[in-house]
């Protein structure tokens, strides 16, 4: 067991000493995200809770947020001496003089899950009488004498009385309650990167650097050389520091980075608040916290899976990185948000006295001016109809009135609330930034768990639908002046623009074998009506558009298409005040291979289908038709059928026909089939009961038979195992037809669909005499 601690310690010696980790990690990403957010909005990250002040020595508590020393001693609250709450309770004694608060329990930390367990559980806290901290935080008083709670009086911190026993403090933040052990507020870890962050951003607030270069009255610097380590201002950057040659290679800053990269003030060394004597020098992964070899040794995290901690450090600090670009662009979203409210806003508010502008629409045509000329234009046709018009003419101004007022208050109120988001999100993007410039590897990871979440959850913040305008700018009310005077009770309102193109939905246009469906909808923030909507496709060869749809849904499946085609298809909307604009062209491609299956729908009743509808039998002797559920006018197409069972030597038949043919006869008995029918022994072709073509070469269980259908040749050709059974069979082929069969119950077949030319044949041949073999 002692040699195995020896390599341990060993491994942690070399791979995790944190006083010799340094950063790979470059800030470029992160200083370009500064340049876009002001510095001033991450001051509220920065101050206290309890005193509203810039943290001063900020320890970091369990539930990881952070608060004063001073304030924290401020805050404690002392349990009873003589037990603890929990002892109280169990001993069922009513003699406490203390009534104890119902605080926040959903978070109960303990050794398992969050390293904390050494501090105590989070309990109940007596009931006192309770002040205000200058930012409504509520603030127990100590149970105890205890000195005026500020800051300079942590100068030392021997001076300060000890921390009473039994003490117990809430977080002022989420309102978690924590027993305090006999380390007293010791027990905390310091914030050192906050405290650093703090120190950084009140420099920033001191007079600006000026540049070095100058010789008289010297500019404000904008950047500084860190190779050259010189502050340059812009016309001696470009004067003295031209971007080319060698200074090319060097990196440019702002001025304040540049001043905290010339502080030469040394790192301190991070040390375990459990055993103050040792380094921080590891990362325990199950508690998610820095650790020394002393708590790896005798502590509660020695069976803990450990890492080294320079490496977590990186992987942190890349995590925080990757989630603060993320937040990043939801900020920059969310400015660009806030400038299109405060347009809508300009729009909507009317300037100050007469001609202010407002929308109106006129006819066909939409007049961009304001709301007082829209009630000009009202008073005007209302005045026009005398005295009965009066009273219907002050309903409809209160109604114009609401509206306007109505629209701005729903965008002043998206306005705010944006605006507060934006404050806080950009705030905590500072903040993080300067986190992670932050060298002390454990001080980071005390905090970076929670930054992360912090981050994450703020990006959720900005989800869908946040940066979308709750209100149109625009007025889309006209009135209509037509009406008769004996109908002015009715005056009210009328839509009188065309609909807004419709918007393709294309996550949901899809195409099916020769089938396309279409789906649409109408622009998000359109108000006007819409009556219906007309789809309209091409004939999938570049010709003429046509009407296939006209109606108020707003999906549509078109059957019937031809294979291997490209068709285009718009929708337009219309209402009783005209048609709209037709939306962009979509192009739909249909299946290059048919596939298809038997149709049950058009098949005879004594067909029996299964496998899908691929096999079908039949329970009659008589022979009965059944059909395949795709039709075929345009292109090359070839299909099979296996005979599965083949008994008393039937006449079963395989061709085309059209959707009207007879389904009680021989397939090729009547003029709407072109069939071969074929026993064990020879075939025949036969149209409208004509037999023509007797050839040798039968079918039996297992054959193949074949159907190729070449619309662009206009012929019929069939085969038995893969061989051209006879001539062309049928020629001059035109018009629209259905692979189909006909047989009796002693013959079983399956359907084989999606299959390519067979590869004798070449389409589109000029010759169509005799055999194409």
């Known amino acids: 067991m002692d040699a195995e601690k020896d390599d341990r310690w060993q491994y942690t010696q070399q791979h995790s000493d944190s006083s010799n980790i340094t950063t790979s990690l470059e800030l470029g990403d992160t200083i370009s995200l500064r340049s876009e957010f002001k510095m001033d909005e991450m001051e509220e990250e920065l101050k206290c809770p309890v005193c509203g002040s810039f943290f001063r020595e900020p320890i970091l508590l369990p539930c990881s947020h952070n608060i004063c020393l001073a304030c924290a001693r401020n805050i404690l609250v002392q349990t009873p001496d003589a037990e603890s709450p929990q002892s109280s309770r169990a001993s069922g004694s009513g003699l406490s003089d203390y009534d104890y608060l119902d605080l926040d329990k959903m978070s109960l930390y303990s050794e398992a899950d969050s390293g904390y367990g050494s501090y105590g559980g989070f309990v109940s806290a007596p009931t006192t009488p309770c002040q205000k901290s200058p930012n409504g935080v509520r603030v127990f008083p100590p149970a105890v004498p205890q000195p005026p709670a500020q800051h300079h009086l942590l100068g030392h911190q021997g001076s300060l009385p000890p921390i009473p026993r039994n003490s117990c403090i809430t977080c002022p933040q989420c309102h978690r309650s924590l027993n305090l052990d006999e380390r007293g507020l010791r027990g905390f870890a310091k914030n050192r990167v906050?405290?650093?962050?703090?120190?950084?951003?009140?420099?920033?607030?001191?007079?600006?650097?000026?540049?070095?270069l100058c010789e008289k009255s010297p500019k404000e610097a904008t950047v500084m050389c860190e190779q050259c380590d010189v502050?340059?201002?812009d016309p001696c950057r470009l004067r003295c520091h031209p971007p080319r040659g060698p200074l090319a290679k060097h990196r440019l800053v702002p001025p304040a980075h540049g001043r905290v990269s010339r502080r030469t003030s040394p790192r301190k060394i991070s040390t375990c608040t459990e055993h103050e004597l040792e380094n921080l020098s590891m990362y325990c992964v199950q508690c998610k916290m820095p650790v020394c070899y002393q708590c790896l040794e005798e502590g509660k995290h020695g069976t803990h899976e450990v890492k080294a901690l320079g490496a977590m450090w990186k992987l942190h600090k890349g995590q925080l990185s990757q989630a603060l670009n993320i937040l990043s662009d939801r900020a920059t979203e969310a400015k660009e948000f806030l400038v299109q409210l405060r347009n809508m806003v300009q729009h909507i508010q009317p300037a100050d006295g007469p001609g202010r502008p407002l929308l109106v629409t006129s006819g066909w045509g939409t007049l961009k001016e304001n709301g007082v000329e829209f009630e000009a234009c009202l008073v005007a046709q209302c005045d026009a109809l005398i005295d009965a018009l009066n009273r219907r003419k002050a309903q409809l101004l209160t109604r114009v009135n609401k509206e306007h007022e109505h629209k701005l208050k729903v965008v002043?109120?998206?306005?705010?609330?944006?605006?507060?988001?934006?404050?806080?999100?950009?705030?905590l993007m500072e903040y993080c930034v300067e986190v992670i410039k932050e060298n002390d590897p454990s001080g980071f990871l005390q905090i970076s768990d929670a930054l992360i979440r912090r981050v994450h959850m703020t990006e959720g913040q900005w989800g869908k639908g946040t940066l979308t305008p709750r209100m149109t700018s625009d007025f889309d009310l006209t009135l209509d002046s037509g009406p008769l005077l004996q109908t002015i009770h009715q005056l009210d309102f009328v839509q009188m623009k065309v609909p807004a193109a419709p918007m393709l939905q294309l996550e949901e246009c899809c195409t099916i074998n020769n089938s396309a469906t279409l789906s649409w909808k109408q622009p998000p923030l359109s108000t006007i009506a819409v009556d219906g909507y007309?789809?309209?496709?091409?004939d999938g060869n570049g010709g003429q558009y046509r009407e296939v749809y006209v109606g108020t849904e707003t999906i549509c499946t078109v059957d019937g298409l031809h294979y291997n085609s490209?068709?285009?298809?718009?929708?337009?909307?219309?209402?009783?005040?005209?048609?709209?604009?037709?939306s962009k062209i979509l192009a739909m491609q249909t299946s290059e291979i048919a596939w298809f299956t038997f149709d049950p729908a058009s098949a005879h009743p004594d067909i029996i289908?299964?496998?899908?509808?691929?096999t079908v039998t039949c329970n009659s002797y008589d022979d009965r038709v059944v059909m395949g559920n795709s039709g075929f006018s345009r292109g090359v197409h070839y299909w099979e059928i296996t005979v599965d069972r083949y008994d008393n030597h039937p006449d079963p038949a395989f061709g085309v026909a059209r959707g009207d043919v007879?389904?009680?006869v021989m397939l090729g008995k009547d003029d709407r089939a072109w069939a071969m029918y074929v026993d064990n022994n020879r075939s025949w072709f036969m149209h409208n009961n004509s037999h023509t073509n007797r050839t040798d070469g039968g079918v039996s269980k297992g054959a193949t038979v074949?159907?190729?259908?070449?619309?662009?040749?206009?012929?019929?050709?069939?085969?038995?195992?893969?061989?051209?059974?006879?001539?062309?069979?049928?020629?001059?082929?035109?018009?629209?037809?259905?692979?189909?069969?006909s047989l009796n119950r002693n013959v079983q077949v399956t359907l084989h669909t999606g299959l390519p030319i067979p590869d004798f044949y070449t389409p589109g041949e000029a010759d169509l005499s005799g055999s194409v073999c």
């Open 194 to 212: 906050l405290e650093g962050v703090v120190d950084r951003y009140q420099q920033s607030k001191a007079a600006a650097l000026k540049c070095q």
């Open 231 to 233: 502050f340059y201002c």
């Open 412 to 427: 002043r109120d998206q306005i705010s609330h944006c605006t507060v988001k934006l404050r806080q999100t950009t705030g």
């Open 534 to 538: 007309i789809l309209e496709l091409d």
């Open 566 to 582: 490209t068709y285009m298809s718009r929708v337009k909307a219309f209402n009783t005040s005209g048609v709209g604009q037709y």
């Open 609 to 614: 289908l299964s496998n899908d509808n691929l």
């Open 662 to 664: 007879l389904k009680d």
């Open 706 to 741: 074949g159907v190729l259908l070449d619309f662009t040749r206009r012929v019929l050709i069939f085969l038995i195992n893969d061989e051209q059974q006879g001539p062309v069979a049928f020629e001059g082929i035109e018009g629209l037809y259905y692979p189909a069969i």
